[in-house]
């Protein structure tokens, strides 16, 4: 059997239904209690003032102010959830073409391979891929091989043109290549086709490469 802190006896059914019991913020008033409010003082107007013609204008105003409140939350809520399917829509439509991430650098840590992806638009008869640090200076030259277009995922070493370890920081990948027509071109990390996009959370995903990464992460898309 509880106690409470009184010394008085409680059921297992007032203990239950008193730690069940859902409590309602007082602090706050809604429109509910407004219009409550506005009610109860109509029920006990004086009564000898019927003709009482500002105070009936005042409170036609005040009804009505309510109702207007209450229809223009509901007309915003709907705009919002309408926005927010046209944004998907559009983001749906992106879905190939290239999305640019704004950048072409990655961040390297001494003694450890670096991964990162490039997407070649044409196919590719040869080419390398460039590692540059921040002074444009090149690093490390990958080779990229005869293939066909697509993303291609690359993996640094970590060391530079003459076997020796490269330090920490941020490094700059680009690659310029010759397709099968024996053209000139040049391509960088941080450029990729929009393959899907996925919703989680009321956020837009795209995926770009192998990864997905939210929309506003996205640059450009052209």
């Known amino acids: 059997?509880?106690?409470?802190?009184?010394?008085?006896?409680?059921?297992?059914?007032?203990?239950?239904?008193?730690?069940?019991a859902a409590v309602k913020d007082k602090t706050k008033l809604g429109k509910d209690d407004f219009?409550?409010?506005?009610l109860v003082e109509l029920q006990n107007q004086d009564p000898t003032e019927p003709t009482d013609t500002d105070k009936i204008l005042t409170q036609t105003s005040q009804l009505a102010?309510?109702?207007?409140?209450?229809?223009?939350?509901?007309?915003?809520e709907?705009?919002?959830?309408?926005?927010?399917?046209?944004?998907?829509?559009?983001t749906?439509?992106?879905?190939?073409?290239?999305?640019?991430?704004?950048?072409?650098?990655?961040?390297?840590?001494?003694?450890s391979d670096s991964t990162f992806e490039v997407y070649f638009p044409d196919s590719i008869s040869?080419?390398?891929v460039s590692i540059t640090d921040t002074n444009g200076q090149i690093v490390k030259n990958l080779d990229v091989g005869t293939n066909p277009s697509g993303v291609y995922k690359f993996t640094w070493d970590g060391t530079d043109m003459s076997g020796n370890p490269a330090d920490d920081g941020v490094y700059h990948v680009n690659s310029k290549y010759t397709?099968?027509?024996?053209?000139?071109?040049?391509?960088?990390?941080?450029?990729?086709?929009?393959?899907?996009?996925?919703?989680?959370?009321?956020?837009?995903?795209?995926?770009?490469?192998?990864?997905y990464v939210p929309l506003e992460s996205v640059v450009e898309i052209y």
């Not at 219009?35 to 506005?38: D, I, K, R, S, V």
């Not at 990729?192 to 995903?205: A, H, M, Q, R, T």
């Open 35 to 38: 219009m409550t409010l506005l």
């Open 92 to 111: 749906i439509s992106a879905i190939g073409k290239t999305a640019d991430l704004g950048s072409d650098a990655i961040t390297h840590t001494k003694n």
């Open 65 to 76: 102010t309510l109702e207007s409140s209450d229809k223009t939350n509901k007309s915003l």
């Open 179 to 211: 397709n099968q027509n024996n053209e000139e071109k040049s391509t960088r990390l941080g450029a990729y086709p929009i393959e899907s996009v996925k919703f989680n959370d009321g956020k837009s995903l795209v995926k770009v490469g192998s990864n």
């Open 1 to 20: 059997m509880a106690i409470d802190a009184y010394g008085n006896n409680l059921t297992t059914s007032t203990v239950s239904s008193s730690s069940t």
């Open 78 to 90: 709907d705009l919002s959830t309408s926005l927010t399917s046209s944004q998907q829509f559009s």
């Open 126 to 128: 040869q080419g390398t």
